[in-house]
């Protein structure tokens, strides 16, 4: 059971105070990468206030009778640290430390500072995939009935590995996996067709033997429904992939859209456009 299980107008409520806390974060160091972490705040949102089944506190590294949860492109760590701390891995204050020296909340997420709801240190592209995959086996050998979520890049996808990874999976029937791509069609040098075209994602996963979905990640509407189709598909011998459409950036309109705020913080006058944008009736901000 998902220790919040928040309603769709809850929802919505949290991922704009989630966003709030991205643009901020990144404002305040004038470093990160807040054009990911904003598409990508309503799946998140859904995994840990509606989705997943997971103990917050106290904090097992094993995940042992829980879902877990990897993130692979870890550049979007913002939106990944507001929602551990809106969903009680750590304190709401400690959000104010990101990206500082001797921080828990480092650009890129690690383990050595112990931060609760962080297993593995990411942002090296490519790798989620193979470490969620193991992570899914090492469950089935435990007898342990939980799923395995993870996130990726479209950009990560000129990765081999990830190539390799998808292609173990379907072998070793990984059927209790549910990998997500983040399909916005940006990355830090461009459009993602420009760059490495990806063509036709839902072939390429189909026939490396997956079952394959698709989401709008930016609709709670629909996005809900996606992820609980994709509960329903494992257990069935095949791992299951959602392809989530989103727009880089979205919620703030000058940053929607644009590869340009892969990893670009806001100015001063920015900022207060885009929490003007991201208004909520009780801001709850650190």
């Keep these: 059971m998902n220790p919040h299980n ?61 879902d877990l949860f990897f993130l692979s492109n870890g550049h979007i760590s913002p939106v990944w640290y507001s929602v551990l701390a809106r ?11 990101f990206r500082k020296i001797n921080s828990r909340l480092q650009g890129h997420p690690a383990t050595e500072e112990g931060l609760p709801g962080i297993r593995v240190a990411s942002g090296s592209l ?46 070793n029937k990984v059927d209790n996996l549910i990998a997500t791509i983040d399909r916005n069609y940006q990355q830090i040098d461009g459009g993602t067709e420009e760059v490495l075209a990806l063509g036709d994602l839902r072939q390429k996963f189909e026939a490396f033997g997956w079952h394959v979905l698709e989401a709008d990640g930016n609709n709670f509407e629909t996005l809900l429904p996606a992820l609980e189709d994709a509960k329903k598909a494992t257990g069935n011998g095949k791992p299951v992939m959602i392809l989530m459409n989103t727009e880089m950036g979205f919620g703030v309109d000058f940053m929607m859209g644009s590869h340009k705020w892969h990893g670009v913080a806001p100015n001063d006058e920015q900022l207060e456009i885009a929490l003007q944008q991201l208004a909520v009736e009780q801001a709850s901000d650190y």
């Design 126 to 171: 490519g790798q989620g995939l193979s470490v969620a995959v193991g992570a899914a086996q090492t469950k089935k050998l435990n007898k342990d009935n939980n799923l395995v979520y993870v996130l990726m890049g479209d950009g990560e996808l000129g990765e081999g590995q990830i190539w390799e990874a998808a292609m173990y999976a379907a072998h």
């Design 87 to 97: 969903a009680g891995f750590f304190e709401v204050s400690e959000l104010a430390t």
């Design 6 to 66: 928040k309603s769709i107008e809850e929802l919505k409520e949290i991922a704009a105070q989630v966003r709030r806390d991205i643009v901020r974060m990144v404002h305040a160091v004038n470093s990160g990468h807040p054009g990911g972490s904003l598409g990508c705040t309503d799946y998140f949102v859904s995994l840990y206030f509606r989705v997943m089944k997971y103990k917050p506190s106290p904090f097992n590294m094993d995940g042992e009778g829980e």
